[in-house]
Structures are given as C-alpha cells and as structure tokens.
C-alpha cells in the first residue's frame, strides 16, 4: 500500500498538510488492515448475494468489488488521511490481494512448517462439521477415501511418454520411475466404439452407456439432436441410465462430483453439467465457481493466469502459422478465451473443490480436469503445447497428494482417462468437402461449392456458455433439415453418423439402396472413409468397405475386412453399437493408418477422439497397490461400465456392504462384456447385478 501511495497520483495516505514517514506507515497499517477484514468478513456475504449473476461474470466483478471494499476501508481511517479516485482504487485492490497471494503461497510453499499447520486448521475444523461423513460418530475407524482425478483426454500412451520425459515428476514418483519404490500401478483399458467422454463418463459413473452411439446424434422418434456437452441432453443421458441400472451411481455414497458432464449420485456437486440447466440459487453446479471466487485472492490469482493464458494461446498459434505446421487449424475467434478458461478457471476451481472435499473427509469424489483435451484437439495430442498442459496438471496432482497428507482420513488417489486422441488432419483439409457435402453427392443433392467449417465438439465450449447462462450454441449440421426428405449428418471426431428423418425406424440396407442406389457405394470406396455399419434386414449387422468389401457381425467372420486394421475388439465394439435404439441409418467411420496412428475427424479438429482408430479408443487407468488388481493378469480391461465395476469394486474394498460392489478382479476377468439389445429391462436385470452376486461371498 505504501509503494502504490508513492507510485500513483490518486492515491495518497497523508493529510494536505503532510505527515512524518511514521504516521504515513500507521494509516497505511489501518487502511491495510481495514481493507483485509472487508476483504475477509464482507466479501462472501456480496458473492452469496451475487449468485444469481453468471459465473464468470462474478470474476470480473471481483474486481470493481475489491476496489469498493477498499473505498470503504479507507473512508475508515480516522481523520480522513485516506484518500483514492474510483478507477484507482480498483488498480490499489487488485494488486493488493495478487501481492497478498502470492506471498502468502510463497511462504506456505517454503516453510513447511506453516504450510501443515494451516492445514491442519482447516482439516481440523471440517473434521468437527463431519464427523458423520468420516465415520467417528459410529465409534469405528476412519476408513480410506477415494479420489478419481479423470485427465480428460490423456491416452496411455502419451501419459507414458510424457513420465518418460519427466514432464509429470508426481506420477513418475508413484510409479517408481528412477529408482523408487512403486505406490500405483499403470493398465491401459478399451473404450467402446464411441470414445469420448459422454460415452465413457456416463459409463463410468453410472454403469451404463447403453444408447449413447456418439458424441452427438439424431433421435426420430423425438426428431430432436442429442449432444453429449449440452445440459438438457446430459440430464436426459443420467436419467435413462439410471433408469437402466436401478443404481444412482458411482458416488451415491457421500460423494462429491466435480467438473463432469454427469453427476454420479453425488450430493455435493460444482460444474456438473447436468444440473447447469437449472436456474435460481438452486444451482449446485455454479455453487463451485462461488465457493472459489468468494475469496477475493483467488479471483485476482485466477484473473491475471487467465489473461496470460490468453496471450500464451495467441503467441503459439502465431508460432504455427510462420512455421507453418501441418496440420493446422484455425484458433482465433473466442478459442483463445475458451482453452483460458478450461486450462485455468476451470481447473483452479476443480482442484479447490477437491481440496475441500478432502479437508471435509467425503468419501469419494470424481473430478474431470478438461485442459489437456482442450488444448489437443487445436494443437495435436503430442507437442510443446500439450506438455506444458500436461506438466500443469501434475502440479495439480502434487498439490492434491500433499493436501491428502493432512486429511482428517488417509486418502487413495486413483488417475485415469476417458479417452486418448488420435492425431490427423480434417477429413475437410484433406479432400475439400465435408462429409455431409459427401452424403448429399450419394444422395444425388447440391453440394455447397464451398466446403462449410464442421462444428467443434470440444467439451469446455459447453461449459464455459453454462457459467456465462448463454444459450447452448448450434452448429449447421445439429438444426433440423429444412426439408425432412434430407439426411442429417453428425460428426463426433472420426465418427460420422446419417439418419434420414422422414423415415420413423432405422432404414435397412435394402431400403438405402432403393432409394440412393449410388450412396453407399460412394461412402465405402471414398479414400478417406474406413468402413461404414448398417443393418441388413436379412442378415443383420454389416460393415462394409472399398472394393465391396463385407463382413457380416452375426456370423463369425473368417475375415474381418475392413475392421482388420482397427485393432481387437472393433468387430465386438461395433456389434454392440448396432443393437442401440438410437443408432443411425449409416454409422462411418474414418480412414485409418496403422503405421502412423492417424485418422481423418469429420469436425475441425487435428487431435480427434470419438470412433476406432489409434490411441483415442486407449486411455489409462493408474491406481494405488492397496487396492486390489482390476484385472486379473492376462487379461484387459474393456468398455466404460467394466471400468465403473473395477471403480466400486475399490469403493467396497474401503467402505464394507455400505456401498454395493459392482465386480472384483475375478469378476472382471470372468464375466462377458454385455452386449445390451433394445429391450428395456427391469433393475435388477443387468450385468452389475450379476457382477455384485458373484462378488457377495468375498465381499461379507
């Protein structure tokens, strides 16, 4: 306050007629002081009244409010020494509480000491508000808690190189690397044929992704489009599966769910997108943004690493563009705003809210870290850009192992992934048309002379419009066609999807040939296109490729075709998909190179994920060695809902009975992956609950 008195002309704490160097100090103390109780006593009260403003537009309050708190403060000092111009006073504020923070965080980081001790204050004082939550009022031991960090779109591989080069020092460490004794251990797992995260995560936290054939897709019987990252479709997606399984979800049990498109049963909830529909003081979901902001130094904190953020974006998408880089793809407009947003608010909000959780010993939470999906699918999955992501995130990591240590109970971190990407130019880049312009030429249709721009799936585009309360964005190819005899055509990564709404039920091959006898033809034996799924109503499931290539899935193949080159597993994959309600008329999937691990994304992304081919359909499952093997050696672990199983295996291994298990290791080894048909079943008709049998004697 004293060097900001000196430096700014409106800003001044002496009287007219001056004051000795010692009285200056004693009002730059009371302002300083004043200022720090508004800051610590006012300022939660003005961000609980404020929770009905959009979120994000509450961090560039948090400006103009801390400056009024500091008018206040000063209009406090007796004989009015204190004295600041409005615009001034929000310039004295800011950089009162950066310094605060930051030299509050540099003295935490070097002195120990203190830093477990202000810990221990906080565990201490969430402890005695949840006694009940951790167990103690039982009169039984503090069992373990679980905390799943979901690293949104990190394949197995990449996470191996990137502990190879030390990129990320905390998993290096617990996975032994450089001569330590390992703490976890490292399994890649399968995803199924859709490989983003509302397939995955809904599996995951709910046991079941029955119905979801891709990241966006069309409905006849509603005519409506369902999108993954849209809350009223990720509200609709939590109810049928929950509806299926019988089961609220993973985190039912005291659970806390944090950045995820669903909510896994969990009470305590911050930036679900599920529940980022609702409106009013009701909304859990932005809770998160406020518990956060409602401290004026992380708003500032925040604030200033998201404007370097933004700046760090433009500096490297400059870099590509005078060197040239292929393949590129345009990263202006609001994207420099939106990787900000999803590399730091959303993460430093995230990793609060588990902070808290853990001080508060809940017993299990689910977090989904965004940043590195976001930045690979503008920058490519492999890079300079991405390291830097990923480096951050093991920051996080170690901030997160370091908390645990002062947590009013011992705590299992478990990492995984939803995902992997696949690298590749656009299918657009590549050929100069769309993949709808493509359909519409089989279909005998105009084709634009010009190729449209694909609408991106990035999943923190979504939430970044749920914490501004901005209607969810459409792209051209998510609207109704203007005439119903028009096919629609999705793109979710390399996956393509063609429904023609005028026809009420899924058109059979037959029925496709008839009425656009050159469509399919043209689909199968384009260069970029590796194989394509429809429905023959003779003889079921077909995938069909170039040069007339045919592989029948209800028979057993003694040539796999065109799935050969996506790796084992794909023919089961897409036998799965085809029994869905909602799969479309024509599934496509991209070309596929084995040699380089590239595909073609339907949608302006160079870092895709969402169909089979490459390191997207492997992601990563890295869990501590107390908790039992997920799988039984020898074998792999395959699909989302297996994943959810092995999850509350881990669950019941903690808690005892109080949380149903789902399937142990020998379960996971024994049981089939489950093929779901069309038909609904009741809730105690399904594959967890035969899991949950099989695992009741060890269990009790």
Known sequence: MLVLAGILPDFKLQSDDGDSATRIAVTAALGAGAFGVLSAVVWPLLVRALLLVPALVLGLLAFFLNGSLLLVALRLIPEGRGEVGVETAVVVAAVMSA???????????????????????????????????????????????????????????????????NLMPTLAHWLGEGGGDPTHRLIPW?????????????????????????????????????????PASAVELQRRAVARTGDGGLLTVDGASRGNLFSGGA?????????????????????????????????????????????REIGESTRARIKKRRPRIGRGGLYPFIRAFATVVERDVVVAAVIGDMLAGRSAVYADLVAYDEVAHHSGPTGPDVEKVLARLDRSLALLAQVAEHAPRAYRIVVLSDHGQSPG???????????????????GLPVPRRAQRTHSGAEARATVRAALRRPVEEGADERRPARRAEPVVLASGNLGLVSFPDVPHRMTREELDRRHPALLPTLANHPGIGFLLVRSAERGPVVLGARGAEVYLDEEPADLGPLADFGPGAAEAVR?????????????????????????????????????????????????????????PGQELVGAEQVHRV??????????????????????AEAPV????????????TAFAAAEAATQDKTH
């Open 425 to 443: 130019e656009t299918f657009r880049a590549r050929y100069g048309l769309t993949l709808a312009d493509l359909v519409r030429a089989g279909c």
């Open 576 to 632: 799965r998909t085809d029994g869905f309600p909602h799969t479309a008329d024509i599934m496509v999937n991209s070309w596929y190179d084995p040699a380089e691990g590239e595909v073609l994304a339907f949608e302006e992304q160079i870092g895709s994920h969402g169909g089979l081919g490459g390191a997207q359909a492997r992601p990563f499952l890295l869990s501590p060695l107390a908790l039992s093997e997920p799988v039984a």
């Open 647 to 668: 999850l509350r295996c881990w669950l019941g291994e903690d808690l005892g009975p109080e949380v149903p298990l789902g399937t142990g290791r020998e379960a996971v």
């Open 267 to 311: 009470e305590q909830l911050a930036l679900v997108l599920s529940v980022a529909a609702r409106r009013g003081k009701e909304n859990r979901s932005r809770a998160g943004y406020f518990a956060y902001f409602s401290d004026p130094a992380n708003a500032v904190r925040t604030a200033l690493s998201f404007v370097a953020e933004v700046f």
């Open 99 to 165: 310094v605060a923070s930051a030299t509050g965080g540099a003295l935490a980081v070097r002195d120990d000491d203190a830093y477990r001790r202000r810990l221990y204050r906080l565990a201490d004082r969430r402890r005695r508000r949840g006694r009940d939550r951790a167990g103690e009022r039982r009169g039984g031991p503090v069992t373990p808690g679980t905390v799943f960090i979901q690293l949104d779109g990190v394949g197995h591989d990449v996470l191996c190189d990137a502990v190879g080069k």
């Open 674 to 685: 489950p093929v779901d048909d069309s038909s609904p079943k009741a809730p105690g008709d």
């Open 190 to 230: 399968r995803t199924d044929w859709s490989s983003q995260t509302g397939a995955s995560q809904l599996g995951i936290l709910h046991g079941s992704n029955h119905d979801v054939p891709a990241f966006r897709w069309y409905e006849k019987d509603t005519g409506e489009v369902m999108v993954s990252n849209r």
